[in-house]
């Protein structure tokens, strides 16, 4: 144990002498001792005292004193002592049903009733530690490896459950950069009966086209230039699991041709090879893009995109889902505080605004960063507006526009223009007013993305 601060024991017993000995047993493991004669004066202490164990005499009053405890519902283990002959096994067994902890037959051994005590409090702690557990699993958040409570979130979570129990359907998971997109796929696989192969995740921006193919197929040796030996491609290594193809939305024509035949036959060839090798893989494509749009300008084969879309799952910005900034912010809190041993603990209610007040365009992952910078620099336990980062802060200090910015993000609206007039020339100020952002454009005139490139382009803004 660790020491009289930690755990307490309540000592219930008529004969002093006995009750010293008794409160000596527990000092001796390290506990502080409260001592009372009476079962009444027992019943007060259990609400001044908050005991983690509480020692009684069956005869006087201790069966009451369990009753008490039990449907007070707490956390305390009860040990009772009884007179020989007092109990027989059956009447044992009864009363450890009843929520007795231990028995112990008088005269009290002393060294057992400090055992019994120190196992009860390692039960207790193995106790709370699985409450604590279970409630993490069965938030919905924690075990999908989401924070988030907003509605926006948990129709995310529900979507996520509802996909990872079809294994072999392909999913395609759209949301702006650090949204949490790959962590949703991630919760995807290991919510099905896939978790036990591999997770590959594949960035289909981060390679030039040359070796995407290589990359996703393999290749032999030989193949090419600098292929000295086989090698095995992303298709293969997920066999049996789920091929995560990371912002798909990048790839060019020609490789989503190559992707698209394997995606529907789970068959390919190496790059440079003749056998056709099969897989059992399911495919979870992410993408900030708006692949319809990119479908209707040509930039992305709409039979793959039909492929892809067979579930669809979109992840809101952070700034659509403010309630979830505290949620987020203590998790992150806790994480650095716990990686750097900094003191950080919480966040003062000022600094909290400041953040909630913030737009984030680079989402979760933008925040996890500014969290991070705020542990590590931080001067005190409690982080406040000056650890803020700059940047933060001077989002919240506004400048006044100049007369020349003013008048040219003012809308010239006439009576009797036509309405295509007025439309067009709501969207030209917005369009000046976030200073060219389209997205942010389509968010303050509460349009979709895909309505408002079709207006630009119709206006031929």
Same mark, same amino acid.
């Given at each position: 144990?660790?020491?009289?601060?930690?755990?307490?024991?309540?000592?219930?017993?008529?004969?002093?002498?006995?009750? =010293?000995?008794?409160?000596?047993?527990?000092?001796?493991?390290?506990?502080?001792?409260?001592?009372?004669?009476?079962? /009444?004066?027992?019943?007060?202490?259990?609400?001044?005292?908050?005991?983690?164990? %509480?020692?009684?005499?069956?005869?006087?009053?201790?069966?009451?004193?369990?009753?008490?405890?039990?449907?007070?519902?707490?956390?305390?283990?009860?040990?009772?002592?009884?007179?020989?002959?007092?109990?027989?096994?059956?009447?044992?067994?009864?009363?450890?049903?009843?929520?007795?902890?231990?028995?112990?037959?008088?005269? %009290?051994?002393?060294?057992?009733?400090?055992?019994?005590?120190?196992?009860?409090?390692?039960?207790?702690?193995?106790?709370?530690?699985?409450?604590?557990?279970?409630?993490?699993?069965?938030?919905?958040?924690?075990?999908?490896?989401?924070? =988030?409570?907003?509605?926006?979130?948990?129709?995310?979570?529900?979507?996520?459950?509802?996909?990872?129990?079809?294994?072999?359907?392909?999913?395609?998971?759209?949301?702006?950069?650090?949204?949490?997109?790959?962590?949703?796929?991630?919760?995807?696989?290991?919510?099905?009966?896939?978790?036990?192969?591999?997770?590959?995740?594949?960035?289909?921006?981060?390679?030039?086209?040359?070796?995407?193919?290589?990359?996703?197929?393999?290749?032999?040796?030989?193949?090419?230039?600098?292929?000295?030996?086989?090698?095995?491609?992303?298709?293969?290594?997920?066999?049996?699991?789920?091929?995560?193809?990371?912002?798909?939305?990048?790839?060019?024509?020609?490789?989503?041709?190559?992707?698209?035949?394997?995606? /529907?036959?789970? /068959?390919?060839?190496?790059?440079?090879?003749?056998?056709?090798?099969?897989?059992?893989?399911?495919?979870?494509?992410?993408?900030?893009?708006?692949?319809?749009?990119?479908?209707?300008?040509?930039?992305?084969?709409?039979?793959?995109?039909?492929?892809?879309?067979?579930?669809?799952?979109?992840?809101?910005?952070?700034?659509?889902?403010?309630?979830?900034?505290?949620?987020?912010?203590?998790?992150?809190?806790?994480?650095?505080?716990?990686?750097?041993?900094?003191?950080?603990?919480?966040?003062?209610?000022?600094?909290?605004?400041?953040?909630?007040?913030?737009?984030?365009?680079?989402?979760?992952?933008?925040?996890?960063?500014?969290?991070?910078?705020?542990?590590?620099?931080?001067?005190?336990?409690?982080? =406040?507006?000056?650890?803020?980062?700059?940047?933060?802060?001077?989002? =919240?200090?506004?400048?006044?526009?100049?007369?020349?910015?003013?008048?040219?993000?003012?809308?010239?609206?006439?009576?009797?223009?036509?309405?295509?007039?007025?439309?067009?020339?709501?969207?030209?100020?917005?369009?000046?007013?976030?200073?060219?952002?389209?997205?942010?454009?389509?968010?303050?005139? /509460?349009?979709?993305?895909?309505?408002?490139?079709?207006?630009?382009?119709?206006?031929?803004?």
């Amino acid at each position: 144990m660790n020491g009289a601060d930690r755990y307490a024991v309540l000592i219930v017993e008529e004969d002093a002498r006995e009750r =010293g000995s008794f409160a000596a047993a527990a000092e001796k493991v390290g506990c502080r001792a409260v001592q009372t004669a009476g079962v /009444e004066e027992a019943l007060n202490c259990l609400l001044d005292e908050a005991p983690h164990v %509480v020692v009684a005499p069956m005869r006087s009053g201790g069966m009451r004193l369990l009753r008490a405890v039990r449907a007070a519902g707490e956390e305390t283990a009860v040990i009772l002592t009884v007179e020989p002959n007092q109990l027989d096994r059956d009447a044992a067994a009864r009363l450890m049903a009843d929520g007795a902890h231990d028995f112990l037959v008088k005269p %009290v051994d002393t060294v057992k009733l400090g055992a019994s005590v120190q196992k009860a409090l390692r039960d207790l702690d193995i106790s709370r530690q699985n409450s604590a557990l279970r409630r993490q699993i069965e938030s919905p958040s924690a075990q999908l490896g989401f924070t =988030g409570k907003s509605p926006r979130m948990q129709e995310v979570y529900r979507s996520v459950i509802r996909l990872a129990a079809s294994p072999g359907t392909t999913g395609l998971i759209m949301g702006e950069s650090g949204v949490g997109k790959e962590v949703a796929a991630r919760a995807v696989h290991t919510r099905s009966v896939r978790r036990k192969g591999p997770f590959v995740p594949f960035n289909c921006a981060a390679l030039p086209e040359a070796l995407i193919e290589s990359e996703l197929f393999g290749h032999e040796q030989g193949a090419f230039t600098g292929a000295e030996r086989r090698r095995r491609g992303r298709f293969e290594l997920a066999d049996g699991g789920t091929l995560l193809l990371d912002e798909i939305g990048e790839m060019s024509l020609a490789q989503q041709s190559k992707l698209l035949r394997a995606l /529907e036959t789970r /068959e390919f060839e190496r790059v440079g090879g003749e056998k056709m090798i099969r897989v059992d893989v399911r495919i979870i494509a992410t993408t900030n893009r708006d692949l319809e749009l990119e479908v209707e300008e040509g930039r992305f084969r709409g039979d793959l995109y039909h492929r892809l879309r067979v579930w669809t799952i979109r992840i809101p910005p952070l700034r659509e889902r403010v309630e979830d900034i505290p949620l987020l912010t203590r998790h992150f809190i806790d994480h650095f505080a716990e990686e750097t041993g900094a003191e950080a603990s919480g966040i003062k209610p000022e600094a909290m605004r400041a953040l909630e007040k913030y737009p984030w365009h680079g989402n979760v992952r933008e925040l996890k960063n500014c969290i991070e910078v705020m542990v590590v620099t931080a001067q005190g336990s409690v982080l =406040g507006l000056p650890d803020l980062p700059e940047w933060i802060l001077q989002s =919240g200090r506004p400048t006044p526009p100049s007369n020349a910015e003013a008048d040219e993000e003012r809308m010239h609206v006439a009576a009797g223009m036509p309405w295509s007039e007025i439309e067009k020339e709501a969207i030209r100020a917005t369009l000046e007013y976030t200073g060219g952002n389209k997205a942010e454009a389509a968010r303050v005139l /509460e349009i979709s993305r895909r309505t408002l490139f079709r207006k630009i382009k119709t206006y031929g803004l």
